[in-house]
């Protein structure tokens, strides 16, 4: 066991230590277990969906589980949506000083460093199955990123009897990875280790557009100023183990896009899935209750100029009338940004027979970023 411990520990070091080199996205938070529970799901998953959070968790369970799932989560930092709306809605003919004061403080505004709006999204079937020690997954999924910065700083002209003119721009950039992905895991020891492996074979949809700051639609108009996407294909591989010591204590380390797969975008950048790391323990002080804690290893650059992620997270789950009801809590903080609230979640499943409903969401209640999701499954 203690060789175990070590090894567990070996790997953690390993793949810390690699360098980074290029930007990463941060992590898709997916599905509603791991939505309500905070973003957790590293050490607790152990369903079709492990094939996403850690695939040697589909080892630590003999079932076979098939699932739809869809995820979303948006963040507007700095209250950019609402400043937008302010500039479009502000009369541009009324050429009054105390008109373009305030015009000149919503263009300060945006150009706050900062000041960006960013979504993620993901949805797919999932299917796990065991035989004996062996465990198999299979996922074709969409786990998609987006997000709009300032690429030209807001600037106010005219007055003087001239109508105002707003002048700048935001810059769009998005990565969709649509994926088919085959997972394969390992328990050792009745299952106290386990290690898994997953190939992914992607096509990426990279997009770069561009949209003005005035006329802008508060949602960016997605389709259309997000421009036409640039598709190519790569291949990416995911490693993880988890570790049992106890009946009541398991420990998850997951490493996703090892070998860093690029897709070439419309304007001659290359966006990458580079590396990610991620860490978890799961506790139950007795059967029926869950405490987990996930936190990102490694720190995340994403596809907005100056932003940064590593998250961390912790949540509960407590099961009743023999796992027929869970009720979810958790909370997680993006600790790159000192500034970012810790934002609540909650969620809920409901299992009749073998199918079972899930629901979980967040919000965060001063930059009003969102996250919700929910799946469908069937367990046997």
């Given at each position: ?69 869809g ?32 015009l000149q ?22 299917v ?15 786990v ?7 690429s ?5 002209s ?6 105002f ?9 998005g ?21 898994g ?21 508060t ?12 598709i190519s ?31 070439d ?5 290359e ?26 290893i ?11 992620s590593?998250v961390?997270s ?8 023999s ?9 997680l ?13 909650a ?27 929910g799946s469908?499954?069937l367990?046997?």
């Amino acid at each position: 066991m203690k060789r175990t411990f070590l090894t567990l520990g070996s790997i953690v070091l390993l793949l810390a230590a690699i360098p980074l080199r290029a930007p990463a996205l941060e992590f898709a938070i997916v599905g509603p277990r791991a939505v309500g529970m905070g973003g957790a799901g590293v050490a607790v998953t152990t369903d079709a969906l492990a094939t996403y959070w850690n695939p040697a968790g589909l080892a630590m369970s003999k079932t076979f589980d098939i699932r739809v799932q869809g995820s979303a989560q948006g963040i507007d930092r700095l209250g950019v949506i609402d400043t937008v709306k302010d500039i479009n809605d502000i009369n541009l003919n009324d050429t009054s000083a105390s008109n373009q004061a305030r015009l000149q403080n919503l263009a300060n505004r945006i150009n706050r460093p900062g000041s960006t709006v960013s979504g993620i999204g993901a949805g797919g079937v999932y299917v796990k199955g065991n035989l004996g020690n062996h465990a198999f997954g299979f996922t074709v999924s969409d786990v998609a990123v987006g997000g709009a910065f300032v690429s030209t700083p807001a600037s106010i002209s005219g007055g003087g009897g001239t109508p105002f003119t707003v002048n700048g721009q935001f810059a769009l950039h998005g990565l969709e990875a649509r994926q088919a992905a085959f997972s394969y895991a390992y328990a050792f020891a009745d299952k106290t280790f386990a290690i898994g492996v997953t190939g992914k074979l992607i096509q990426g949809a990279a997009y770069a557009g561009a949209t003005n700051i005035r006329g802008a639609e508060t949602d960016f108009d997605v389709l259309e100023d997000f421009g036409r996407a640039k598709i190519s294909t790569a291949y990416a591989i995911d490693v993880g183990a988890v570790y049992r010591p106890a009946s009541w204590l398991r420990l998850g380390v997951v490493a996703k896009d090892i070998n860093e797969p690029g897709f070439d975008a419309p304007n001659g950048q290359e966006f990458k899935l580079a590396r990610q790391v991620r860490g978890g323990l799961a506790v139950n002080p007795y059967p029926s209750l869950t405490i987990s804690f996930d936190g990102d290893i490694l720190s995340n650059t994403t596809l907005l100029p100056g932003v940064k992620s590593r998250v961390l997270s912790l949540g509960a789950e407590q099961t009743l009338f023999s796992e027929s009801l869970s009720l979810r809590v958790g909370a997680l903080k993006n600790v790159e940004d000192a500034a970012s609230p810790i934002t609540p979640t909650a969620g809920f499943g409901l299992k009749i027979f073998a199918l079972r409903v899930d629901i979980g969401g967040g919000y965060d209640f001063r930059e009003r970023g969102a996250l919700a999701a929910g799946s469908l499954s069937l367990t046997f």
